[in-house]
């Protein structure tokens, strides 16, 4: 496995139903992408066009209130046959944190949405972080590219 390999997988899984907007040159400001993985500095998002490795970005993710927005650089990206695959890192150690804690918010939202789509039921939000906290919460800080929520 080579550094780049690496790198992409020490990411956490992001559920890629929670869009996200990538603002760079060359790309319209509300692109909506859907986020990959997010790790302790970093995420992978699908975008259409390629982005060039060192191209400042800024990325909001609008499920939360106030949106999270924070200015990023892009480290890697590779394409496939559908689209781009890019990975970033946050500028600032302060904005790598908070991305974590929207991360959460982010699993806890998929989690609510997949047991309402499997189980039928509905949860509030609440009730589905109660749920995500005590099944997951334990596993997310160690949390590699292998283990999706």
């Given at each position: 496995?080579?550094?780049?390999?690496?790198?992409?997988?020490?990411f956490?899984?992001?559920?890629?139903?929670?869009?996200?907007?990538?603002?760079?040159?060359?790309?319209?400001?509300?692109?909506?992408?859907?986020?990959?993985?997010?790790?302790?500095?970093?995420?992978a998002?699908?975008?259409?066009?390629?982005?060039?490795?060192?191209?400042?970005?800024v990325?909001?993710?609008?499920?939360?209130?106030?949106?999270?927005?924070?200015?990023?650089?892009?480290?890697?990206?590779?394409?496939?046959?559908?689209?781009?695959?890019?990975?970033?890192?946050?500028?600032?150690?302060?904005?790598?944190?908070?991305?974590?804690?929207?991360?959460?918010?982010?699993?806890i939202?998929?989690?609510?949405?997949?047991?309402?789509?499997?189980?039928?039921?509905?949860?509030?939000?609440?009730?589905?972080?109660?749920?995500?906290?005590?099944?997951?919460?334990?596993?997310?800080?160690?949390?590699?590219?292998?283990?999706?929520?």
């Open positions: 496995m080579d550094s780049a390999e690496v790198l992409e997988r020490s956490v899984r992001h559920p890629v139903d929670i869009p996200i907007e990538i603002e760079a040159d060359g790309l319209p400001p509300a692109a909506s992408r859907r986020v990959k993985d997010v790790g302790l500095g970093g995420l998002c699908r975008s259409q066009r390629p982005l060039d490795v060192g191209a400042a970005v990325l909001t993710i609008p499920l939360v209130t106030p949106p999270f927005r924070a200015a990023a650089l892009v480290v890697w990206c590779r394409g496939d046959d559908l689209d781009y695959e890019v990975g970033v890192r946050f500028r600032e150690a302060d904005a790598a944190f908070a991305a974590r804690m929207v991360e959460q918010v982010c699993q939202e998929h989690y609510r949405r997949e047991v309402l789509r499997v189980e039928g039921r509905v949860l509030d939000a609440e009730s589905a972080a109660v749920e995500w906290i005590g099944r997951y919460a334990a596993e997310f800080s160690t949390m590699g590219s292998n283990g999706k929520r």
